[in-house]
């Protein structure tokens, strides 16, 4: 009924950038939270930044300062911008989104595929 999907993960040294789109497609309603969440080697999936429907932001302390997360809600899209990049940002990184889903009258909440992202010299 709902899909995310991630792209523009990819290789970069440490001190680079990249931006992570997601675009969230189906029977939706509505979108509430939606959020990057990422999973290192050896380690639980972790909350890296959300963004709510009225633009308020929440960081992980570790990439305050370093990364920004953004929403178009007239097309259903989160973005998370990285600079600065570190090696302990290497992970899966999975967009999330709370949705109102189309003849459910219920939020539920959906997870895009996942991307890598691997910061490497």
């Known amino acids: 009924q709902v899909q995310l999907v991630e792209s523009g993960g990819g290789l970069v040294q440490p001190g680079g950038s990249l931006r992570l789109p997601c675009v969230a497609s189906g029977s939706i309603v509505s979108i509430n939270t939606m959020g990057w969440y990422r999973r290192a080697p050896g380690k639980q999936r972790e909350l890296v930044a959300a963004i709510s429907r009225s633009g308020r932001t929440n960081y992980a302390d570790s990439v305050k300062g370093r990364f920004t997360i953004s929403r178009d809600n007239a097309k259903n899209t989160v973005s998370l911008q990285m600079n600065s990049l570190k090696l302990e940002d290497t992970a899966v990184y999975y967009c999330?989104?709370?949705?109102?889903?189309?003849?459910?009258?219920?939020?539920?909440?959906?997870w895009g595929q996942g991307t890598q992202v691997t910061v490497s010299s």
């Open positions: 999330n989104a709370e949705v109102l889903v189309l003849g459910t009258g219920r939020w539920d909440n959906y």
